[in-house]
């Protein structure tokens, strides 16, 4: 006999020794009673891989209560996989159709519904408030990173919440609590209510994860601080109730923690969190500069306690950086450092001239996180040479001053390389004025007290340059001299000193070098005559 297995009532075929023909009867296949399926729930999402075992299976269509499964693959003829679709929730039957013969699992499929884990915090006062975090599972669709629910806390709706997918199909949602006229004797349940892929509305399992207490009154739940504590500083301390303030608002009291040194900061004995609201500031003074280490504060409301602890530090000093000469009329820069990163919203630096030969800003903001930032110094224009003291202040502490000289605009400067030279040599002096010398030029005068140095009368800074250079000669000399030479240009002066040194004397045998105090030296064979030389010097 033969069978054609293309449908659910195959024909049969009679074969013998003249041939195979039709037979007058049809032959039907019956469901074996033995498909079963593994896993037998998955969420309702969908996804789920299932395994189906049985006999004589074959590919065909799967469904699970009445919608087609993906995916269905036969890796023999008992065992067959196929991937459940999204449904409603609820248990459904799994059937399998092979040639047009459906054949049902002997156990049914359930598709999980949504359902909430956990409730943080999970109880607050009746005068509502209270942010809480709903975490919950088959919440989500796989497509969905973020998506409203419509709450409920007890009875009363909450209207649409956000939610954030957190893995494939989890989720949380965040809200706030209501208020409630009395609290009531037991929890009452969070519940949400999403709009499945499927279209149905579908609210979360009611369990007792989903419980949220009331209690009579707020507690305080958090005293934290922000802004860095350091000597001088004022940081922001901010105390948190887990609902609203009731009417009247709620004064908590503060206090130093038992190990905590006095003097160290200054706060308020207490602060009023306004009715209504879930928190308020007060601020936190480091009056003691120097102090490092911990400081608790404490605070206390309605038998509830909360501390917060400081990291307090002292204060160092900001730097400047150090200011060449400057010349009138015009605008240089300074940088500001600060010994640590300033604190969030920035670190305001007070500054300070002693003079208005240089106007500086009243203040300088170094950025949150920097550690320095520049200013710009405005330099005035005074008829004579001006000493600038600038200094920092930061939370109190000053920094060192720096010092320097604001030059008249007319005024010259001089400098000599090299400074020591032996004689008969030369050195070079440059003649630096404080501006551009004019058309056609500005004549400098120069100058020199002594003979072993000997420069020409004037030397001419060319128009437009602020500088020239000139040569200076020296003489022979037996002993060290100093020459000063002096440049001189509308009233202003400078001047530079110039060491000339004698040549190393060379004495023939018997001879012997004679060196004198004061620098005089000499060929001479006896020690007496070298004393009597040196005492003629």
């Known amino acids: 006999m033969i069978f054609d297995c293309t449908s659910g009532i195959p024909d049969l075929f009679v074969a013998n020794s003249d041939g195979a023909g039709p037979a007058s009867t049809t032959y039907t296949y019956l469901p074996s009673g033995t498909l079963s399926i593994t896993p037998n729930h998955g969420p309702m999402q969908g996804s789920t891989l299932v395994t189906l075992q049985g006999d004589g299976l074959a590919a065909g269509i799967v469904k699970f209560g009445g919608v087609v499964a993906t995916g269905v693959q036969c890796s023999s003829s008992t065992t067959c996989t196929a991937y459940a679709p999204p449904h409603d929730p609820g248990a459904v039957d799994v059937s399998l159709t092979i040639g047009g013969v459906t054949e049902l699992s002997q156990n049914r499929f359930t598709f999980d519904g949504p359902e909430i884990t956990s409730v943080t915090p999970s109880s607050g006062p009746i005068t509502g408030g209270t942010q809480i975090t709903v975490h919950g599972i088959n919440l989500a669709d796989t497509s969905e990173n973020g998506f409203l629910a419509a709450a409920r806390i007890g009875s009363v709706s909450i209207g649409n919440v956000a939610c954030g997918r957190e893995g494939l199909f989890e989720a949380s949602c965040s809200m706030v609590t209501p208020s409630l006229s009395a609290v009531p004797g037991s929890p009452v ?3 949400l209510t999403i709009t499945h892929v499927t279209g149905t509305r579908v609210a979360t399992k009611i369990t007792a994860a989903d419980h949220f207490r009331y209690t009579q009154q707020p507690a305080l739940v958090d005293l934290n601080f922000t802004g860095t504590a350091i000597g001088g500083a004022t940081v922001t301390g901010t105390v948190v109730l887990d609902g609203n303030a009731p009417t009247g608002g709620a004064l908590v009291s503060l206090s130093l923690g038992a190990a905590s040194p006095a003097g160290v900061i200054v706060f308020p004995a207490s602060v009023n969190i306004p009715a209504g609201s879930l928190s308020a500031n007060l601020p936190i003074t480091v009056v003691n500069q120097n102090f490092t280490g911990n400081v608790t504060l404490v605070a206390r409301y309605a038998g509830t306690t909360v501390s917060g602890t400081l990291a307090v530090r002292p204060t160092l000093p900001p730097t400047l950086g150090g200011i060449a000469s400057q010349c009138g009329g015009e605008i240089t820069t300074d940088t500001i450092t600060l010994r640590e990163p300033a604190p969030p919203g920035g670190g305001v630096v007070l500054l300070h001239s002693d003079s208005t030969a240089a106007t500086v800003p009243a203040s300088v903001t170094v950025p949150a996180g920097a550690s320095s930032d520049t200013f710009a110094l405005s330099i005035a224009q005074p008829a004579t040479t001006q000493t600038v003291h600038v200094s ?96 001189s240009y509308r009233g202003a002066a400078a001047s530079a000193n110039l060491l000339v040194k004698p040549r190393s004397q060379v ?31």
């Open 392 to 487: 920092a202040t930061y939370y109190g502490i000053a920094s060192s001053t720096v010092t320097f000289t604001v030059l008249p605009a007319a005024a010259v400067r001089l400098s000599l390389s090299p400074s020591s030279v032996v004689g008969p040599g030369s050195s070079t002096a440059t003649v630096s004025l404080c501006a551009a010398a004019p058309t056609p030029g500005a004549a400098v005068m120069l100058a020199s007290n002594s003979t072993v140095a000997s420069v020409p009368a004037s030397v001419t800074v060319p128009a437009g340059s602020v500088s020239a250079t000139v040569a200076v000669s020296t003489a022979v000399v037996t002993t060290q001299r100093t020459a000063t030479i002096t440049a």
């Open 189 to 191: 349940d969070v519940q």
């Open 507 to 537: 004495c023939t045998p018997p001879a012997q070098l004679c060196t004198c105090s004061s620098g005089a030296t000499g060929c001479f064979t006896t020690s007496q005559q070298c004393f009597n030389f040196c005492a003629g010097q």
